[in-house]
C-alpha cells in the first residue's frame, strides 16, 4: 500500500485533508504580538504555511519570528505598523517582497476592547480606539489583501469576531457595536467574493484568557483577573485550533461562522462559577 495513501487515511480520519498539507500557503495574521494572533501563528507555521506576522510591538513580533523559526522551519515575514492608520497599512503591504504577495489566508486578528462605561459616562478615546482597529483596521487591511485573492480567484479571509458579536450587553456599547460590524462586514465579504471562490469566515470566541481584559481594564491587572474567577476560560491555543480547522477544510468546504465558548459560559454574562 502507497505511503501516500497511509498517511492520507490516518489525516481523513482526524478530519484533515492531506493533499491541503502538501501546499507551501501563506497566511497573514494581524494583531500577532500577543494571545490569539500569536497562537495562531505558531500553529499555522507548525502545519505547513509561511506567516506574515503584523503588529505595533516591533520587538514582540521579532521575538515571535525567532520562535517559529527555530521550533518549526517556517519562513515568516515582519510588518510592523499601526493597523488603524491607513497609510501605514498600505505601505506595510506594499512594501512585501514579491514572493510574500501570494497571501492565501487572511486572519483579521487584530481588536480590542478598552474601557467599560455607560453611553452617557463613555470616554471618546475609547470609542475611537475600538472603531479604529475593530472595524476600520480590518477594512484597511482587507482592502489591500482581497484584490490579490480577486486576482488568483482564490484565498481565505477569516474575522475573528466575539460573542459581543451576537449579544449586547451592559457597558459594552461600543465594542459589541463594532463586532456587530465585524460580524456584518464577514456576510458581505462572504457575497461580495463568492464569484471569485474566495472563502470568508466567522469566529466568535466567548471569554478567553489573553490580555484583552488587561486591555479593557487599562493595566489594572487585579480587575482583569477577577473576569476569569471561578471557571475555566478557553484559551488562545483553543481558538488557533479551531481557525486550523476552518483554514483545513476541502475546497469545497467553507465554515461561515463559528461560536466558541468555554463550558461554564452560557451567554455573554452567564457564568457557571464555583
Not at 497511509?6 to 500557503?25: E, P, R, T
Not at 456587530?180 to 474566495?198: F, N, P
Request: contains cysteine; glycine residues 6%.
Amino acid at each position: 500500500m502507497p505511503l501516500y495513501y497511509i498517511i492520507n487515511v490516518v489525516f481523513f480520519n482526524f478530519g484533515f485533508d492531506f493533499k491541503y498539507f502538501l501546499m507551501k500557503k501563506t497566511a497573514l495574521v494581524t494583531g500577532a504580538t500577543s494571545g490569539i494572533g500569536e497562537a495562531t501563528a505558531i500553529i499555522l507555521a507548525n502545519n505547513n504555511f509561511n506567516i506574515i506576522i503584523t503588529g505595533r510591538r516591533k520587538n514582540r513580533l521579532n521575538v515571535l519570528k525567532e520562535k517559529i523559526v527555530a521550533e518549526t522551519g517556517a519562513d515568516v515575514f515582519c510588518l510592523n505598523f499601526d493597523i488603524r492608520n491607513q497609510t501605514e497599512t498600505e505601505k506595510a503591504v506594499d512594501s512585501l517582497p514579491s514572493e510574500w504577495k501570494n497571501i492565501d489566508i487572511l486572519i483579521n486578528n487584530a481588536g480590542l476592547a478598552v474601557g467599560m462605561n455607560t453611553i452617557d459616562e463613555g470616554v471618546i478615546d475609547d470609542w475611537e480606539r475600538m472603531i479604529d482597529t475593530n472595524i476600520k483596521g480590518l477594512l484597511y487591511i482587507t482592502r489591500k489583501i482581497s484584490p490579490m485573492m480577486v486576482e488568483k480567484k482564490s484565498g481565505h479571509i477569516v474575522n475573528i469576531s466575539s460573542i459581543a458579536g451576537k449579544e449586547t450587553y451592559p457597558m459594552g456599547n461600543v465594542y459589541c457595536a463594532t463586532k456587530h460590524a465585524v460580524e456584518s462586514l464577514t456576510k458581505a465579504m462572504r457575497i461580495d467574493l463568492l464569484k471569485y471562490g474566495i472563502k470568508v469566515s466567522s469566529i466568535g470566541p466567548g471569554a478567553v484568557k489573553t490580555e484583552f481584559s488587561n486591555v479593557r481594564f487599562k493595566g489594572d491587572d487585579a480587575r482583569a483577573e477577577n473576569v476569569y474567577n471561578g471557571f475555566t476560560p478557553l484559551a488562545a491555543q483553543d481558538i488557533a485550533e479551531a481557525i486550523l480547522f476552518i483554514v483545513s477544510r476541502p475546497k469545497h468546504v467553507n465554515i461561515d461562522d463559528l461560536l466558541i465558548m468555554p463550558t461554564d459560559q452560557a451567554y455573554s454574562r452567564d457564568f457557571n462559577r464555583k
